[in-house]
């Protein structure tokens, strides 16, 4: 029987994160022929993934530039993607979520006559300039695409009500596949900081921030929210692991440097990032991922943002909407760190995005739907 060839495509941090775990599980089986092809959208932190999980791409399109703009990014993955696509001829192309590299890795394949399957499928906010540009990404990979692999139940009906129906799982979140491997008790972090902080005694506070839509006045205020944050709370040490995007570095140190108890550092390798997560008090964060491992590890979520394309945590109590004004966002941050009760209702451990056995039901699903196999898989939750 011949095998099916299914390549993964990607190219930031997230994805790689997120499809490194599949990756390896349609490597590890043998009704499939895995290739995967990195478009280095980002490079260091691409790469440090890739170390991780130890996967070695197929394919390399290496395009990052300093500050690239979206039209660069989209079609310089969309030229690139075209070699790549005649010589290896996949018989199914696999996006993950809503970044420039998942549209035009979709697209490329949609030219080709190749069927898409989109992993992390149906995340919605309706918002087409927030998260911007990744609503209107993941809107367009779910019209291009023939699978869709939601994380969700309300993923699943985000779809159905954009009348795409068929191709459906419900697989659970990838991500929470890699957490299970990567947190460790007695981690030993490489970054000296993480290893001296005292996360008993101390209030350890994990800050990330990145997103395109809070370039700006917003990052401005969430900066002065978080050095108030630090000012009036002699117990809390901030920890922000800085994303390598010049506009980002800039507005951290402009705001965050020269304090005592704010600390920040190089972007973390996977590994470090969840076990620090898994030590910290409180994550304040913009970023996707972190609001589906955070909750997982029983870590409140306060969410630099106006909207969430994951509801699910803050049904859950274990996330809140904070936005991207400094008073609400200072407000918020305060009830946590002095009240006791309000911070326990957060503190719980939930899995609403998974249970680490996504990977196996998105392959299994693949399996099914091109006839290898007799069943489809359980849905995730069911
Ligand atoms: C991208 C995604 C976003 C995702 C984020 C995850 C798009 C449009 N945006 O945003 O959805 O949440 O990744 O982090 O696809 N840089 C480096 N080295 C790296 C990575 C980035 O130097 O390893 C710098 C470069 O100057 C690059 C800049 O960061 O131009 C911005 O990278 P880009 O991928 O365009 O945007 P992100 O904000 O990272
Ligand atoms: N992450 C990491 N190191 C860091 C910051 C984040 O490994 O210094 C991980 C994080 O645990 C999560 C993913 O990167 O798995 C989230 O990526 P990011 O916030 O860049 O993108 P988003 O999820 O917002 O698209």
């Known amino acids: ?22 990756a390896l599980e349609l490597a590890g089986r043998p009704e499939f022929d895995a290739q995967c092809c990195v478009t280095a959208q980002h490079r260091e932190m691409l790469d440090s993934v ?107 009906d985000n779809l159905a009500r954009e009348n795409i129906r068929d191709g459906v799982f419900i697989t659970g979140n990838t991500v929470i596949d890699a957490l299970q491997t990567t947190v460790v008790k007695d981690f030993s972090f490489s970054e000296k900081i993480l290893n001296v ?53 800039e507005a951290a140190h402009k705001y965050l440097d020269n304090h005592p108890r704010i600390h920040l550092i190089a972007p973390l390798d996977v590994r470090e990032m969840h076990n620090l997560m898994a030590r910290c008090h409180l994550v304040m964060t913009d970023s996707g991922g972190l609001q589906e491992e955070a909750p997982a590890l029983g870590k409140p979520v306060l969410v630099l943002r106006k909207e969430t394309e994951r509801p699910e945590a803050v049904a859950a ?31 719980h451990a939930v899995n609403p995005y998974g249970d680490g056995r996504a990977c196996r039901r998105i392959a299994d699903a693949i399996a099914w739907h091109f006839g290898l196999r007799k069943e489809p898989p359980e849905a995730f939750g069911a």
């Open 317 to 347: 109590g274990t996330v809140r909407l904070a936005g991207v004004e400094e008073e609400p966002i200072f407000q918020m941050a305060s009830q946590l760190l002095s009240n006791r009760s309000e911070y326990d209702k957060m503190a």
């Open 197 to 249: 902080l005292d996360y008993v005694n101390r209030k350890v506070i994990l800050v990330t921030c990145h997103r395109r839509e809070n370039y700006g006045q917003p990052m401005t205020n969430i900066m002065t929210a978080l050095r108030r944050v630090a000012d009036a709370f002699p117990e809390a040490e901030l920890v922000y692991p800085v994303h390598l995007s010049p506009v980002v570095q």
């Open 1 to 22: 029987m011949s095998k099916l060839k299914v390549m993964t495509v990607f190219g930031t941090r997230p994805e790689a994160i997120k499809m490194a775990p599949l």
């Open 50 to 156: 890739l170390d991780i999980f130890q996967l070695k791409p197929d394919y390399d399109l290496n395009i990052m530039e300093p500050r690239q703009t979206l039209s660069t990014i989209t079609s310089k993955c969309l030229t690139g993607m075209d070699g790549v696509l005649e010589e290896a001829k996949p018989d199914l192309v696999l996006v993950h979520g809503d970044t420039s590299t998942t549209f035009a890795g979709a697209l490329a394949a949609f030219y080709h006559k190749i069927p898409v399957g989109h992993v992390e499928a149906g995340l919605r906010t309706y918002d087409k300039w927030s998260p911007y540009p990744e609503e209107l990404n993941r809107k367009l990979v779910g019209s291009l695409a023939d699978l869709h692999f939601c994380p969700t139940v309300s993923n699943r």
